[in-house]
């Protein structure tokens, strides 16, 4: 299976899996649910790929220059040569840290900073691969069906969505003043640096409006659940 149909598919069974959970359990579905599941799939797969790439750290270099040229002798971009690479199902190399790092190794091609660990970009993702694992689980699990109280669970939302919007911003800002983009076909800057980047900012602003009414209002309401849900704090 190729990468991308393997990424897509953990990203979709994710997703689904929290929208059919919440439809068993509170018989609804939501649209603010939906696609913040989605979005937290994704940073819960961008987690483990920035764990591999801190234990591949020393092996950025070598990595990126092989798939220069592997995309090369392709004809393809580097993304595409490593989002087309098959995914073995053998466990030992399904999990390999080895595996999954390249996919920083071909965006070094794009932006070397993930060939120094000592770059800003480098270890923004190092951090976020240790920082968000828990609380993307923490909001994945109770958007879906909530455990804690909505104040707890806003309160944590409200840190990490504004982390994504100010790191998020803040990379493309410096990815621009640094003019790396004079570096690269304006196609490649429109998908790799506007697009991805705009959505993850735009989905952090959606989380942020969900988690700003989680703590105003104190119950799951922003999310299609009833304000006397039984989560929701007595005489609040």
């Known amino acids: 299976m190729p990468v991308w149909i393997f990424s897509s598919s953990f990203i979709i069974v994710v997703t689904a899996t929290a929208v059919g959970i919440r439809y068993s359990v509170e018989g609804s579905v939501n649209l603010f649910h939906i696609l913040l599941s989605g979005f937290l799939a994704i940073n819960l797969m961008v987690c483990f790929l920035e764990l591999c790439l801190y234990r591949q750290r020393d092996m950025m270099d070598a990595r990126k220059n092989y798939w220069k040229n592997r995309a090369k002798q392709e004809g393809v971009s580097p993304a595409r040569a490593f989002m087309t690479t098959r995914v073995s199902w053998a466990p030992y190399k399904i999990l390999a840290p ?139």
């Open 98 to 236: 080895s595996f999954w790092a390249d996919i920083y190794a071909t965006y070094a091609n794009y932006d070397p900073a993930y060939t120094d660990d000592s770059s800003c970009g480098f270890n923004v993702d190092i951090a976020n691969g240790f920082w968000t694992l828990l609380p993307t689980l923490i909001m994945l699990v109770n958007f879906t069906s909530p455990m804690l109280p909505a104040l707890v669970v806003g309160l944590i939302g409200l840190v990490i969505f504004y982390q994504w919007i100010y790191v998020t911003g803040m990379y493309v800002g410096s990815f621009f003043v640094s003019k790396r983009h004079h570096l690269l076909p304006w196609a490649e800057v429109f998908i790799y640096i506007w697009v991805i980047n705009v959505i993850w900012i735009l989905l952090s602003v959606q989380g942020f409006y969900v988690s700003l009414y989680l703590v105003l209002d104190q119950h799951y309401g922003i999310l299609g659940f009833p304000a006397t849900h039984p989560i929701a704090i007595p005489g609040l």
